[in-house]
T-cell receptor, first 114, second 115 residues
Framework: AQSVTQLGSHVSVSEGALVLLRCNYS??????LFWYVQYPNQGLQLLLK??????LVKGINGFEAEFKKSETSFHLTKPSAHMSDAAEYFC????????????FGQGTRLTINP | DGGITQSPKYLFRKEGQNVTLSCEQN?????MYWYRQDPGQGLRLIYY???????QKGDIAEGYSVSREKKESFPLTVTSAQKNPTAFYLC??????????????FGDGTRLSIL
C-alpha cells in the first residue's frame, strides 16, 4: 500500500523567506508524485508533478520540488514567499495496483507573515 | 472553458434524508472520482469510475452511492446510512494514464451540513 506523510500540519514563514514543505512517501513501485494547492472553500489546483525523467520539477507560481528516491521524499520549495501563497498544500502519490487512485497526505497549512 | 462543475456549493441535510451532489465535467475525461475532506484528515476516496457504467468503492464508501450513466456526469448520493455526513465533498476527473501518471482535475466542492 502507498502512503504519504507531510511533516508539519502548519508552517509559518515571513514574506520573502524560503518556503519548504516536507513530503515523504511510501511505495512498493516507482511512484508518481504530485503537489496540489487549495485556497479556502475551493477545490485543489495542481502545482507540479513528477512522473519520470528529471528529478527537479518546476511548477506554477514559482514552486519546485525534487524527487529523492534514496530519501523517499518530494519536498516542495519556493525561494521567496508571497502573501498570495497562503493556502493549504497537499502531497499525493499514485502508481502500482489501483494506479489511478491518488493517496493524499494530511495537508500543510502555510501562513505568510508580513 | 473546460472544467468540472459541482453543485450545489452548499447543501443541508435533514435526519433520515438522502441527498445527491452533482458533478459534471466537459474535459472529455474517462475517469472520475469523489473525495471527502475533513479538517486535518486530507482527502479520502469515496468512489471512483474509470469508464461509463462501471465504478469501484474507495476507502470510505459506506453510506454513499454513485452512478455513471454518462461520461460527463458522476453524481454522489449521501444516504441516511451515512451517520456523519458533514464534510466538504470534492469531485475530480482525469484522463486514463499509464500507472496513474495523469493528474486529477478538481471541482470547487460542495459543503454538506446537517440541519
Amino acid at each position: 500500500a502507498q502512503s504519504v506523510t507531510q511533516l508539519g500540519s502548519h508552517v509559518s514563514v515571513s514574506e520573502g523567506a524560503l518556503v519548504l514543505l516536507r513530503c515523504n512517501y511510501s511505495s512498493s513501485v516507482p511512484p508518481y508524485l504530485f503537489w496540489y494547492v487549495q485556497y479556502p472553500n475551493q477545490g485543489l489546483q495542481l502545482l507540479l508533478k513528477y512522473t519520470t525523467g528529471a528529478t527537479l520539477v518546476k511548477g506554477i507560481n514559482g514552486f519546485e520540488a525534487e524527487f529523492k528516491k534514496s530519501e523517499t521524499s518530494f519536498h516542495l520549495t519556493k525561494p521567496s514567499a508571497h502573501m498570495s501563497d497562503a493556502a493549504e498544500y497537499f502531497c499525493a502519490v499514485s502508481g502500482g495496483q489501483g494506479a489511478q487512485k491518488l493517496v493524499f497526505g494530511q495537508g500543510t497549512r502555510l501562513t505568510i507573515n508580513p | 472553458d473546460g472544467g468540472i462543475t459541482q453543485s450545489p456549493k452548499y447543501l443541508f441535510r435533514k435526519e433520515g434524508q438522502n441527498v445527491t451532489l452533482s458533478c459534471e465535467q466537459n474535459l472529455n475525461h474517462d475517469a472520475m472520482y469523489w473525495y471527502r475532506q475533513d479538517p486535518g484528515q486530507g482527502l479520502r476516496l469515496i468512489y471512483y469510475s474509470q469508464i461509463v457504467n462501471d465504478f469501484q468503492k474507495g476507502d470510505i464508501a459506506e453510506g454513499y452511492s454513485v452512478s455513471r450513466e454518462k461520461k460527463e456526469s458522476f453524481p454522489l448520493t449521501v444516504t441516511s446510512a451515512q451517520k456523519n455526513p458533514t464534510a466538504f465533498y470534492l469531485c475530480a476527473s482525469s484522463i486514463e494514464g499509464q500507472g496513474g501518471n495523469q493528474p486529477q482535475h478538481f471541482g470547487d466542492g460542495t459543503r454538506l451540513s446537517i440541519l
